[in-house]
């Protein structure tokens, strides 16, 4: 064995369900890990949440819970995904674990003994009723180039000026309202931009196969500090309250996610070793012996959207941490995925979610091969098109490829037995297998898996053909022509044996039931195989059906997205049937409304008027809205955001329509409208100046 394989994906964030680009990016790797066995190599895949940060320490107080409850209630849910499209990584960890904790200040401590850490005092936002520094994100105020407002810390929405977040004008926090003050405090910076990193950096990056070319030039522009985003030092600590690792030797003080993210790869390596599970996949080395072998290849699959983290920070904390960490061998990127061209909403009906998906019954390994035939090794965006997965479904898999054993088999059991012979020898047959294999071979090694899934269906081709001419059903009614016969479906059989080798880290549980059912073999099937006819068939049986595209109609449907836990969200609603809450990311969609049905909805603007906390209510404020002459009393689950005071004086809006609604705390004459998301919330929405209490929002 030459070479043993490390194998990553970029870590999900543990806030929320997979969703189709998850899915694509796991599928991608899992049929390169699935080749590289079939090649006899040993592989380690493997595979984590990212679990730390602010947004998820937010999220866990709007829910009333732990970050470590919230998360252990996402990871619950990974299985159902990873099982139902045959994603096989060998271990799933976290990177909130001993593991990642003992790794990451490890590396803390090796850089900063290379002298790679600097301390630094830095001035930022600081919300006083939160009692936490302020990320850009989670500042707002007026752009102070457009004055458009509401508008982020970083960036303008509007005009896309990019600025400082004490450049806004009238900044305020968008957790809790308040008026953010300038604090300062020590951070902890990677001192990127050393000479050593960039000369490093310049030397792995200009070594052909460690990232494709294209990632390689944009990220030389970093490092040469053209374009957008400039190589700086990096910030890598944060303050209490954090949810994170803490930096040893600094009360008070965090590692960034960023920081610990990428150690959580090496982390769940560790825990598969050190857990006894690698033994299965006979790996008797420990972590360090098998990171420093000569023959371990670290390999990562990512988005594009987080190269800059993967081929510039991550290798330099790598090398200068020292032996036992290793420099990634690969860092393989892909693009993003649309539908019909269109970025993924759920709003227009153009995006897919996984669990429909498995569902409403769809064959997870269509979706597998269709996303086969269309990935490739560069930095490209795929589309799902219906229209185009049906009939490269139906006419690939059923129309070539199944339909050669379904229509070979029956005449081989019927007139022979289930037994194969071949009357013209196997020299032919065994050359065109070797080239076929030879040249798929290196498509797979080389991720061109749409250039395979063309070889195979070009090989399917030739056999159909080949199969048709010698007019198997013609030769059937000659007893003079049993031979003939024998000989045209043995052909066939042997081909399909092929197809089935080549197809099997695409398809593989597909390839699995036709080694056991149709050939009758007690284990999976190696890439040499492919080399061996078949001798005798058991019965063929039904294999795969066509996709029916009424179930792409019901995989577009509007519907519940499983990232927004049921329980919790119909609980909130009986608490607090009046207390508005923005839908969270991928919740139920509604079906499609007219114009009329939109305006029977009474929304104006309100002024709170006074706000206060409700005895007894773990998530309710009340409010008395004043609505231009007239005052409403609404009831709203907000408390986890806001502080009544913050809020008196603030303008927002309300459903001034809705029929009252009777509490145990009072009366509820309305819902005011809020947002909430993976960054937190809810955070009431706000008209623009000029609007005034009582006006009609439409």
Not at 309 to 334: I, K
Not at 637 to 649: D, F, M, R, T
């Amino acid at each position: 064995m030459s070479e043993t394989f490390f194998v990553t994906t970029a870590l999900p964030y543990a806030n929320g369900a997979f969703h189709i680009g998850h899915i694509m990016e796991y599928i991608q790797a899992d049929i390169w890990v699935r080749f590289q066995r079939m090649q006899g190599k040993r592989v380690h895949f493997v595979g984590a949440d990212d679990a730390h940060g602010a947004p998820i320490m937010l999220k866990a107080q709007a829910e009333h819970t732990t970050p470590e409850a919230l998360v252990a209630r996402i990871a619950a849910d990974r299985p159902r995904y990873l099982e139902g499209f045959h994603i096989g990584f060998d271990h799933w960890h976290s990177t909130h674990s001993s593991e990642n904790t003992q790794l990451s200040q490890d590396i803390y401590r090796r850089l900063r003994a290379a002298e790679l850490i600097e301390s630094r005092s830095v001035e930022q936002f600081y919300d006083p009723v939160q009692g936490m520094f302020l990320a850009d994100r989670y500042i707002k105020g007026e752009c102070p180039k457009c004055h458009a407002k509401d508008q982020y810390g970083d960036a303008c929405e509007v005009c896309g000026s990019v600025y400082a977040p004490t450049e806004l004008i009238d900044p305020y926090s968008a957790l809790s309202g308040a008026k953010p003050v300038l604090r300062s405090s020590d951070h902890f910076f990677f001192r990127l931009s050393d000479p050593r990193c960039v000369a490093f950096l310049r030397q792995w990056l200009d070594q052909p196969g460690h990232v494709q070319p294209q990632v390689a030039n944009k990220a030389r522009e970093w490092l040469e500090g053209r374009g957008e985003r400039a190589l700086s030092d990096w910030d890598i600590s944060r303050d209490a309250p954090y949810f994170g690792i803490p930096i040893p030797d600094a009360p008070g003080k965090f590692f960034y996610v960023w920081l610990d993210a990428p150690i959580g790869y090496l982390a769940s390596l560790k825990s598969y070793i050190d857990s006894g599970k690698a033994r299965a996949n006979g790996e008797t080395r420990t972590f360090a012996e098998l990171l420093t072998a000569a023959d371990t290849r670290q390999v990562h699959f990512i988005g594009k959207d987080i190269i800059y983290f993967h081929t510039l920070f991550w290798p330099a904390m790598l090398r200068f941490a020292g032996s036992p960490y290793r420099v990634p061998d690969n860092v393989h990127v892909h693009g993003f995925i649309t539908v019909s061209g269109e970025k993924m909403s759920k709003s227009r009906g153009t995006g897919i979610s996984p669990l429909r998906y498995l569902e409403i019954g769809m064959n997870p390994e269509w979706l597998r091969y269709y996303l086969a035939a269309k990935l490739n090794a560069n930095v490209e965006d795929l589309d799902f098109n219906s229209d185009d997965f049906v009939a490269r479904v139906n006419s690939d898999l059923i129309g070539k490829y199944v339909n050669i054993a379904s229509r070979a088999a029956t005449f081989v059991t019927r007139h022979f037995d289930g037994s194969i012979d071949y009357p013209a020898g196997t020299g032919e047959l065994l050359g065109a297998a070797r080239e076929v294999l030879e040249s798929v071979r290196e498509s797979y090694a080389s991720r061109e898996f749409a250039r395979a899934m063309r070889q195979i269906m070009t090989f399917a081709d030739r056999l159909n053909q080949d199969f048709d001419a010698r007019q198997p059903w013609v030769l059937a009614k000659d007893p003079d022509q049993r031979a003939a016969l024998q000989n045209s479906c043995a052909r066939a059989l042997y081909g399909f044996k092929v197809l089935t080798c080549l197809l099997a880290p695409v398809l593989p549980a597909l390839a699995e039931r036709v080694a056991r059912e149709l050939f009758g073999l007690e284990r999976s099937l190696t890439w040499n195989d492919a080399l061996e006819p078949p001798r005798r068939i058991n019965p063929y049986r039904h294999l795969m059906t066509r996709i029916d595209p009424k179930q792409l109609d019901a995989l577009f449907e509007p519907a519940g997205d499983p990232a927004v836990d049921t329980k919790t969200a119909t609980q909130t609603r009986a608490e607090e049937p009046q207390a508005t809450h923005a839908m969270p990311p991928g919740a139920q969609t509604p079906a499609t409304l007219s114009i009329d049905e939109f305006k029977r909805v009474d929304l104006r603007v309100a002024r709170i008027a006074a706000a206060e906390h409700v005895a007894g209510a773990d998530k309710l404020l009340k409010l008395t809205l004043d609505l231009g002459g007239e005052t409403r009393t609404v009831f709203a689950g907000i408390k986890a955001a806001y502080e009544p005071a913050a809020l008196v004086g603030r303008l927002t809006v309300m459903v001034a329509n809705l029929a009252p609604r009777k509490m145990k705390f009072g009366l509820s004459e309305g819902m005011v409208l809020a947002a909430s998301g993976e960054a937190g919330g809810p955070y009431l929405l706000a008209p623009d100046s000029g609007a005034a209490p009582g006006m009609r929002i439409s």
